[in-house]
């Protein structure tokens, strides 16, 4: 026999001579473990925050294998041990070593915690365990004897590979992590809260603990259970959540670099309409910036067309471009007078604008990825807008593949915005939220719940629909609470009270035309024989229409789509750095019913979604400043 600590023979390890004193290595390519004396079974998967690397024994974690690159050598206390394959792990993105003679199945607390999405808690008031959370999979490293905490990958199906999404938190998921019993006594000790008046959770954790309550079975574990299942209560942020003021803030707007004006002041618009949810949205997309714009129309007339044209027409002449063609199928035909001097293209029957269509494909994709994990089953039409202009907001705030800059997003180009600044407050799409909406000292309330829209600008504000009236609301401070079942039966209430269309899988529905889906694949067939004319500083050069960043295969890309700018310059140009301006009676903006004034807080000491107080709320929080017609 050998000591696997010593490497000597003639006795254990557990009797070595050596005793404890085990040393731990650091070598060049930073590998750490630390080991016990304890016999670790192979189907055990250990979270050890001393490793810097993850490593396995069992083949069965892992959905591929592959040789390294460069062989790692590990350290330990009982000595080391050389990897020389790596591989993916079947139920987390992660990559890991792979050694059949290694001690044990060993996770890098380091590297577990930076998987984008992960969540790793752990509470000893609760439960002596860490519960890792990706998706919708919570795995529990227990506690055994000797102190390791394992996962037993028996507990657990390893059969799939997970990849990476992010999703909203929901009462229903995190019920799923406690038991039954656990479950209810959490709901217990809410309603206890409620029973003595809403004291502070902090208040009440002290009632609790100093056992001021006779025969109460309501226990610390239980409160702290309850926030973490229902978040905080709903009753105590409406009465006693405090105004936050917003951060002082500079606004800066970027300045256009002098190259970009001189080589590319003139632009071409590549126009189309699509549908979401029988929705008509006008999508817009500009040749050499890519900057792209998509809004919900009221109609598909020449005059809702050439208001939507025109307010983003003066977007790029405010920054000094020139508009000088416009490239859109027939259906835009109707406006070629309105729109001179910018040349007007329209395409035959069975012509696709390509650009732009495939453009809309990318806003589709985008809008999947955002919406997979939202529970509701209706979207109210306010929430189709505000997914349109997130999705939107995102794709123009990086640079894109084929753009005039690789280090300027189209939004900085076109609206002068810096790059996103992620040390404001921020609330995903279609979350759940206490929305402050202000205090007068009086008895109303201070907050509603809302879900979250879109950002209402770059310093910390963001938009909000008021769950008691359907109405926008704007402000700067709230508090994230899980998506429970109330709130997605009055998501849904107000979904079916504007008559819109039941989501498919929690997808809305993305066609060209009513009963035309947008489909994922299909090929678009382009008029090859066009070409875009602009000047160009006496210089040739090609585009790619389809190279919108990442979102768009490189094999989708045909010869055929490749348009080739001339050196001829447009017979109509324009003479200034503006726009002429469109016929007064069609610059008249299409006004929208959503952006209605927000509606004031609601009399009455719980939320009742259909309390008749809703629709006769006062007009008094339209002084607030967190609170105003959005």
């Given at each position: 026999?050998?000591?696997?600590?010593?490497?000597?023979?003639?006795?254990?390890?557990?009797?070595?001579?050596?005793?404890?004193?085990?040393?731990?290595?650091?070598?060049?390519?930073?590998?750490?473990?630390?080991?016990?004396?304890?016999?670790?079974?192979?189907?055990w998967i250990l979270l050890d925050t001393c490793s810097t690397i993850s490593c396995c024994n069992s083949i069965e974690l892992f959905s591929s294998i592959q040789e390294c690159d460069h062989n790692v050598k590990v350290y330990t206390n009982g000595g080391s041990k050389t990897f020389n394959q790596i591989g993916n792990l079947k139920f987390l993105p992660l990559r890991a070593y792979y050694n059949p003679s290694s001690l044990a199945n060993i996770l890098s607390f380091?590297?577990?915690?930076?998987?984008?999405?992960?969540?790793?808690?752990?509470?000893?008031?609760?439960?002596?365990?860490?519960?890792?959370?990706y998706n919708t999979n919570v795995f529990k490293f227990l506690p055994c004897s000797d102190g390791l905490y394992y996962l037993d990958r028996n507990s657990f199906k390893n059969n799939s590979t997970f990849t990476n999404y992010s999703f909203l938190e929901t009462v229903s998921n995190n019920k799923a992590y406690f038991t039954p019993t656990e479950v209810k006594k959490a709901g217990d000790a809410r309603a206890l809260q409620r029973d003595i008046g809403w004291p502070s959770t902090a208040q009440f954790k002290y009632y609790i603990s100093k056992q001021l309550i006779n025969n109460s079975p309501i226990t610390v574990d239980d409160i702290n259970r309850a926030e973490y299942i229902f978040g905080p209560a709903k009753p105590l942020l409406e009465g006693k959540m405090t105004r936050v003021s917003p951060q002082a803030c500079k606004i800066q707007r970027i300045p256009l670099p002098i190259p970009i004006l001189q080589h590319h002041k003139q632009l071409e618009l590549y126009v189309d309409f699509f549908f979401v949810n029988g929705h008509p949205f006008l999508a817009t997309r500009s040749s050499k910036v890519n900057f792209l714009t998509a809004h919900m129309c009221q109609s598909r007339s020449k005059k809702a067309i050439l208001a939507e044209i025109d307010s983003v027409v003066r977007k790029y002449t405010t920054r000094g471009f020139e508009i000088t063609a416009i490239h859109a199928d027939n259906e835009f035909?109707?406006?070629?007078?309105?729109?001179?001097?910018?040349?007007?293209?329209?395409?035959?029957?069975?012509?696709?604008?390509?650009?732009?269509?495939?453009?809309?494909?990318?806003?589709?994709?985008?809008?999947?990825?955002?919406?997979?994990?939202?529970?509701?089953?209706?979207?109210?039409?306010?929430?189709?807008?505000?997914?349109?202009?997130?999705?939107?907001?995102?794709?123009?705030?990086?640079?894109?593949?084929?753009?005039?800059?690789?280090?300027?997003?189209?939004?900085?180009?076109?609206?002068?915005?810096?790059?996103?600044?992620?040390?404001?407050?921020?609330?995903?799409?279609?979350?759940?939220?206490?929305?402050?909406?202000?205090s007068d000292n009086t008895m109303k309330r201070r907050s509603v719940p809302a879900i979250a829209l879109d950002p209402s600008n770059d310093h910390g504000g963001h938009h909000f629909m008021n769950l008691y009236t359907g109405k926008k609301l704007h402000s700067y401070h709230w508090q994230e609470l899980p998506i429970d079942d109330e709130t997605i039966d009055r998501v849904g209430e107000l979904g079916m009270t504007e008559a819109q269309r039941r989501l498919t899988d929690n997808y809305p529905l993305f066609e060209w035309e009513p009963g035309m889906t947008i489909r994922d694949n299909e090929e678009i067939q382009t008029n090859e024989g066009h070409a875009n004319s602009m000047n160009h500083d006496d210089e040739e050069i090609t585009f790619e229409e389809a190279n919108l960043d990442h979102d768009m295969p490189d094999d989708e890309i045909r010869n055929h789509d490749v348009v080739v700018i001339s050196e001829d310059e447009p017979d109509n140009s324009l003479e200034d750095d503006t726009v002429t301006n469109f016929e007064e009676e069609n610059n008249e903006k299409v006004q929208s019913d959503d952006d209605d004034s927000v509606m004031n807080e609601v009399d009455g000491n719980s939320i009742d979604y259909n309390n008749s107080g809703a629709a006769n709320a006062d007009d008094d929080a339209q002084d607030n400043t967190d609170a105003f017609v959005a």
């Open positions: 026999m050998e000591c696997y600590r010593c490497h000597k023979r003639g006795h254990y390890a557990v009797n070595c001579p050596q005793g404890d004193k085990g040393v731990s290595f650091q070598v060049s390519n930073g590998v750490s473990l630390t080991q016990r004396d304890v016999y670790i079974p192979q189907t380091a590297e577990v915690s930076k998987i984008p999405g992960i969540r790793i808690k752990i509470d000893t008031s609760i439960d002596n365990c860490f519960t890792v959370t035909a109707s406006i070629r007078e309105y729109v001179l001097p910018i040349q007007l293209h329209v395409y035959g029957k069975d012509e696709h604008v390509g650009v732009i269509e495939r453009a809309i494909r990318v806003i589709k994709e985008r809008c999947r990825c955002v919406c997979h994990a939202i529970p509701y089953k209706y979207y109210t039409k306010l929430m189709l807008r505000s997914l349109i202009t997130v999705v939107i907001r995102w794709i123009n705030a990086f640079p894109s593949k084929g753009s005039i800059s690789s280090t300027m997003s189209p939004a900085m180009i076109v609206e002068g915005k810096n790059n996103p600044d992620m040390k404001n407050k921020r609330i995903s799409f279609g979350s759940h939220a206490m929305v402050f909406i202000g």
